[in-house]
């Protein structure tokens, strides 16, 4: 079994700054690519940002130059550093991995339960 948590999220104000984590644990036996995504009230879940296992990266075009993905594949650790907040980046961000169990070798991906983030204008 495999579990993804993540931490970090809060209410803060425009211009500020927060960093989400998200950690997988369990039985895995390597983690392919990580990635946070985000649904906000009343819209599609849609793709923040994603890093390989090689530390290659991609953005949503609306979060360019403002987020910074990273990842401690000692700690199975995803990172999302958001700087220059905006209220439309209020919503539920989820951690996502593709992982590789110890106990069947077949990726499969793996969701975080959510975590709220809340940018007031």
């Known amino acids: 079994q495999v579990q993804l948590v993540e931490s970090g999220g809060g209410l803060v104000q425009a211009g500020e700054s927060l960093r989400l984590s998200c950690a997988a644990s369990?039985?895995?036996?390597?983690?392919?690519?990580m990635g946070w995504s985000r649904q906000a009230p009343g819209k599609q879940r849609e793709l923040v940002a994603f890093?390989?296992?090689?530390?290659?990266?991609n953005y949503a075009d609306s979060v360019k130059g403002r987020f910074t993905i990273s990842r401690d594949n000692a700690k199975n650790t995803v990172y999302l550093q958001m700087n220059t907040l905006k209220p439309e980046d209020t919503a539920v961000y989820y951690c996502?991995?593709?992982?590789?169990?110890?106990?069947?070798?077949?990726?499969?991906?793996?969701w975080g339960q959510g975590t709220q983030v809340t940018v007031s204008s």
């Open positions: 996502n991995a593709g992982v590789i169990p110890s106990t069947s070798r077949l990726e499969n991906t793996y």
């Open positions: 369990g039985s895995i036996f390597s983690i392919r690519s």
């Open positions: 890093i390989t296992s090689g530390g290659s990266t």
